[in-house]
């Protein structure tokens, strides 16, 4: 929508809407929201990118105080009025420099490696299931379950505890289906304080401004109660994390048709998963190491990748680079009825636009070169041994946000995919992310060694 006269129109059901403001929102390097503000009266304005920005002022967009400005030109196609305040328009948008989409951007990597997709004639789509823990934060800063009966030790799907959350729960979920996401299912997930939101899945870069707008939304909603909305990986070591599943297919840019769907008795695995899907998921598998990088992009989200740690019981976070059909033991998962994969290593910090960009570029990898996946996993593979696992050629994933960084910087197709100057922002931003965390003393250094010694 960038004609002059579809902007007017536009703008004019926008103000009849008694939208007053338009925020023009795009991402730094960890998928956190940036803009400025523009009066209505001013968005066609906006749309020829008036709005300028001193990169060196966010991170990863990799300039210096001396650079010129760089622009955000908004996407009116995906125009979202704040269901809680419609004075406002957030408007998903793209970092320009002079005049020219600005690669360092991730929503802009996402949309190049889109068109490298399509110049085979495949689209992809994207859902992500979203995870997201509902707490009360102390004047200490100490994270705690608002609700004082949501404290089983297996509380998924807890009646309870969804029914005594039911005022946010509500409040979210009007939100999603009045801004026509089509929430099909939602429930307690399982940790105490945690929910998980799932929504039909859509073209990537839609699903991921979806993603972007849900964080801010469960935020503000959860804020409005005096709480916490997080989707940080890891917030209780006893407990489960966030998850922020990616489920992806590819579809024919000519008729919409999923690639990846068949009947099971066309598939020898009888899954449910074209030969094109597992090409996919051989590539994902290949670049599985690199790929946990920007899945799994904190320090925190390595205390999510374990296969129990302080719990009492199973993760069901990923350790292993690996695959299977509806085993959740795997990194890569084809959920019943196939047709499409789940990467469930990805998590609740994940910039969704750095992550799609990254895994389409290796699912096309694995189809160029016309890759094999191998024989699925079909067994709990917390449970078996390292001989086995060894035996199998079944590798782990990192362990640590260093090895993550160190993982992606060895491997050829980052800078491929995302250009050698976003490639080393990024390895940049993490390493300063991962010595600051190696640097500080924790309070379980100074319970355990004070004394000690």
């Given at each position: ?6 902007l007017r129109?536009?703008q004019?059901d ?5 939208v007053k403001?338009c925020?023009g ?9 940036k803009a ?12 020829e ?19 010129d400005?760089?622009t ?14 419609p004075?406002i ?5 793209d970092n ?8 360092l ?7 190049n490696?889109?068109?490298?997709a399509?110049?085979l ?6 859902g ?13 800063g100490?994270l705690?379950?608002?609700?004082a ?9 807890d ?8 005022e946010?729960?509500?409040?979210m979920a009007t939100?999603?289906?009045g801004l ?10 399982d940790?105490?304080?945690q929910?998980?939101?799932d929504?039909q899945?859509a073209d990537?870069v ?7 707008f ?15 909305a997080?989707?940080m990986?890891?917030?209780?070591a006893?407990?489960?994390?966030n998850?922020a599943?990616?489920?992806m297919?590819l579809?024919?840019l000519?008729d ?5 769907a ?11 998963l ?16 690199a790929?946990c990088?920007v ?18 019981y199973?993760s069901?976070?990923?350790?292993f680079n690996?695959?299977g ?6 990194s890569?998962r084809?959920?019943?009825?196939g047709?499409?994969?789940e990467?469930?290593n990805a ?17 096309l990898d694995?189809?160029?070169?016309k890759?094999?996946p191998?024989?699925p ?10 001989e086995e696992?060894?035996a199998r050629g079944?590798?782990f994933l990192?362990?640590?946000l260093?090895?993550a960084?160190?993982?992606f910087?060895?491997?050829p197709?980052?800078e ?6 976003l ?11 991962w010595?600051?965390?190696h640097?500080?003393?924790?309070k379980?250094e100074?319970d355990r060694?004070s004394?000690?010694?």
């Amino acid at each position: 929508m960038n004609k002059v006269e579809d902007l007017r129109r536009l703008q004019k059901d926008l103000e009849g809407k008694g939208v007053k403001y338009c925020i023009g929102a795009y991402v730094d390097i960890h998928g956190v929201p940036k803009a400025k503000v523009v009066p209505i009266a001013h968005m066609l304005h906006m749309a020829e990118g008036s709005e300028r920005y001193t990169g060196y002022a966010v991170d990863g967009l990799g300039q210096a105080p001396n650079d010129d400005e760089l622009t955000s030109v908004p996407d009116f196609s995906r125009t979202i009025q704040l269901p809680w305040e419609p004075k406002i328009a957030w408007i998903p948008s793209d970092n320009h420099f002079k005049g020219k989409p600005y690669p360092l951007n991730t929503r802009v990597a996402l949309q190049n490696q889109l068109k490298d997709a399509a110049s085979l004639g495949y689209g992809m789509n994207l859902g992500i299931e979203c995870e997201v823990f509902l707490l009360k934060q102390d004047q200490g800063g100490a994270l705690s379950v608002p609700d004082a009966e949501d404290k089983l030790g297996k509380s998924c799907y807890d009646v309870r505890g969804f029914t005594n959350s039911f005022e946010w729960l509500d409040k979210m979920a009007t939100a999603i289906n009045g801004l026509g996401w089509d929430l099909y299912s939602f429930d307690h997930e399982d940790a105490n304080g945690q929910f998980e939101f799932d929504f039909q899945y859509a073209d990537a870069v839609t699903s991921c401004d979806r993603l972007t707008f849900f964080r801010f939304m469960a935020k503000h909603y959860a804020r409005e109660m005096g709480l916490l909305a997080t989707m940080m990986p890891k917030p209780f070591a006893d407990k489960t994390g966030n998850g922020a599943h990616f489920n992806m297919s590819l579809y024919d840019l000519k008729d919409g048709r999923n690639l990846f769907a068949c009947a099971p008795q066309e598939d020898p695995n009888g899954i449910g998963l074209t030969h094109l899907g597992y090409q996919f998921v051989a590539g994902i598998l290949k670049q599985g190491r690199a790929l946990c990088a920007v899945f799994a992009p904190t320090v925190n989200s390595y205390k999510r990748l374990v296969r129990r740690g302080a719990m009492s019981y199973f993760s069901w976070a990923p350790v292993f680079n690996s695959w299977g059909s509806n085993n959740r033991t795997n990194s890569v998962r084809i959920p019943a009825g196939g047709g499409r994969c789940e990467s469930r290593n990805a998590d609740g910090a994940v910039n969704p636009y750095l992550a799609a960009t990254l895994v389409l570029a290796a699912g096309l990898d694995g189809i160029r070169n016309k890759l094999d996946p191998g024989k699925p996993n079909e067994d709990n593979l917390y449970a078996i041994s390292d001989e086995e696992r060894q035996a199998r050629g079944i590798a782990f994933l990192p362990q640590t946000l260093q090895e993550a960084v160190a993982a992606f910087a060895a491997d050829p197709l980052v800078e491929q995919a995302l250009g050698k100057e976003l490639r080393d922002e990024f390895i940049r931003y993490k390493t300063e992310e991962w010595e600051a965390y190696h640097l500080s003393v924790s309070k379980w250094e100074i319970d355990r060694y004070s004394y000690m010694f």
